[in-house]
């Protein structure tokens, strides 16, 4: 009865998992400083009850004691100098998520507003306004001649306030410069194969294919809406398919687009039959966007959005920045993503076959994307083949063969009558580099003799 009440836009909340939620409340702007609102009602009355109950100003020395006309007067000069702030505060986050979606992606402009320490300050300065409105409020309709209290704790909260402002600006400074904000989002990207990965299914992961029931008879789980996967809960999921007694193998992955009808998991296996798809569709949430909450894919393509918008933006040093970042995403990936399909239950029979994106696909999705873009632009083909010869010194081997035909891939773009002859040799020598380590000398050889 209550969520019926409610707009859609917080009743949605409402109908969301856990950790859903959690997720898309972090996204948003208003949860934190409505958290700090909440929590300033309750500290206002602190003062309130000192000076209008317990008679505070009555017990004091009088050089503490301000009167009622002087306390209404600070009180409404503060509450003009907060809400300034507050709104000097929401014009300067406009003018970020402005220069972002200009200079950077409009995928990045939740990056900000979703920062936790934006979401702070923009609370303090919230609370700080409701703080001194609300003694401003009880000051001007109360009978007391002189208060000690509300006067000394708005100007101690104000005084903070311009603190805090101060250090937004330096945060809003400092969030802008490339070096951080290239790496936060890689950060961002490690937490989400930490979370998805390390947490959720490297416990379940199994490289043993002995318990794998063959895959006859099977039926089809379908989506009964379109949109993006999502989440997908892997452990309702096994635990699910460990009572039905059955095998599922997910067709679909977190980020991919389905259309109502699409394929999202087979199944099969003794309990096949008795199968309440019913209590499947908890376990896999379609939304209208993409999300990061498992989706890896999505990170790296944001990184190859900025890079992109580097090369249209003429800014080398941010497609530098951007690839280097990349090449840490793409090594750790590498160090943490098992090539095991398989997720098995605590009594370590399969019950889920999932396959993870591949090295392959990563790469491509990170630097196969920006490479379309160059265009000619030489000093970046070499700053790509730079980094793909740092990646090569410390990358698994079996890596090798998926790096050396993405380099041969991209040469297909590069003109050699383009080239100044510095360009082609450092170009030259840091493929040298890589077709060391993977053996490609004679390859190497033929593009040494079409660019020289």
């Not at 909340?13 to 009602?41: D, K, S």
């Not at 208060?147 to 704790?153: E, L, R, Y």
């Not at 969030?175 to 904000?181: A, E, G, K, R, S």
């Not at 993503?337 to 076959?353: F, G, T």
Request: glycine fraction near 4%; aromatic fraction near 12%.
């Amino acid at each position: 009865m209550f969520q019926r009440l409610l707009p859609k836009t917080i009743k949605k909340y409402f109908q969301m998992n856990r950790r859903q939620r959690r997720y898309e409340t972090h996204l948003t702007i208003w949860v934190q400083p409505l958290i700090y609102i909440l929590i300033t009602g309750a500290l206002v009355s602190v003062p309130l009850v000192i000076d209008l109950v317990w008679d505070m100003p009555d017990h004091v020395n009088q050089m503490l004691a301000a009167s009622s006309v002087s306390t209404r007067t600070l009180l409404g000069v503060l509450v003009s100098g907060t809400l300034l702030i507050s709104a000097y505060t929401l014009n300067s986050i406009l003018v970020v998520l402005t220069t972002f979606s200009s200079e950077f992606t409009p995928r990045m402009l939740l990056n900000f507003v979703a920062d936790r320490k934006t979401q702070h300050i923009l609370g303090i300065f919230n609370g700080s306004f409701v703080f001194t409105l609300i003694s401003f409020l009880f000051v001007t309709t109360s009978s007391r001649d002189t208060f000690t209290a509300v006067p000394i704790s708005c100007v101690i909260v104000t005084l903070f306030t311009a603190i805090v402002f101060i250090g937004f600006i330096n945060h809003t400074v400092t969030w802008l410069q490339v070096h951080n904000i290239v790496e936060r989002m890689k950060n961002n990207s490690i937490g989400i194969m930490e979370s998805t990965i390390l947490e959720e299914l490297e416990p379940h992961r199994t490289d043993d294919d002995s318990s794998l029931l063959p895959k006859e008879n099977h039926q089809s789980f379908h989506s009964d809406t379109a949109g993006y996967i999502e989440l997908i809960d892997f452990y309702q999921l096994i635990e699910q398919a460990r009572k039905d007694d059955i095998m599922l193998e997910l067709e679909a992955k977190p980020g991919d687009f389905v259309l109502e009808g699409s394929i999202l998991f087979s199944y099969w296996g003794p309990g096949c039959d008795n199968v309440d798809q019913e209590s499947y569709n908890t376990f896999i949430t379609i939304g209208h966007k993409r999300s990061e909450m498992q989706d890896m894919e999505y990170s790296m393509g944001k990184l190859s959005d900025m890079a992109i918008k580097a090369i249209g933006n003429n800014d080398p040093h941010t497609l530098k920045s951007t690839f280097h970042k990349m090449a840490e995403l793409l090594i750790y990936m590498d160090k943490t993503v098992s090539s095991a399909p398989y997720l098995q239950d605590k009594e370590n029979q399969i019950r889920v076959v999932y396959k993870l994106i591949d090295f392959r696909s990563y790469l491509h999705e990170g630097f196969g994307q920006v490479r379309y873009y160059l265009n000619g632009n030489y000093v970046l083909f070499n700053e790509l083949f730079y980094t793909m010869a740092v990646v090569i010194k410390v990358v698994n081997p079996k890596r090798f063969e998926d790096i050396w035909d993405f380099i041969q891939e991209t040469l297909e773009f590069a003109n050699k009558d383009h080239f100044y002859q510095q360009d082609r040799k450092m170009m030259l020598d840091s493929i040298h580099e890589i077709a060391i380590y993977t053996k490609k000398m004679d390859a190497y050889l033929k593009i040494k003799t079409k660019f020289l």
